[in-house]
């Protein structure tokens, strides 16, 4: 690649990179995502890029993700105004004889 550049050009680019970084796309896709929110909902809260970036979280068991992912659907559904149902299987109970 770089025998395909024109000289100066990555004097250019290196410039334009201190001007403009590229390379951060969650920083970049993060102010794309909270200008529009924050046009979009109004002030009421105020969101910043972190709140649209990923964040780097240690490795979870399969039961800890599952946990985390059964709290993200309540949590959407009781701010819908959505009733929560809890259809998973009881586990049997112990008969006393």
């Known amino acids: ?4 550049l024109a000289e100066g050009e990555l004097a250019y680019w290196y410039a334009f ?8 796309e969650w920083r970049q896709t993060g102010a794309l995502a909270s200008a529009a929110a924050n046009f979009a909902w109004g002030a009421k809260k105020w969101l910043c890029p972190e709140d649209f ?3 780097v979280r240690e490795p979870q ?8 992912v059964e709290a993200c659907f309540v949590s959407m559904a009781s701010a ?3 009733p929560i149902i809890d259809n998973r299987p009881k ?3 112990a008969s006393h004889r």
């Open 80 to 82: 819908q105004g959505l």
């Open 17 to 24: 990179a201190g001007i403009e970084p590229f390379g951060d």
């Open 61 to 68: 068991s399969p039961e800890q993700l599952a946990r985390l």
């Open 91 to 93: 586990p049997p109970v």
């Open 53 to 55: 970036m990923p964040i």
């Open 1 to 4: 690649m770089l025998d395909d």
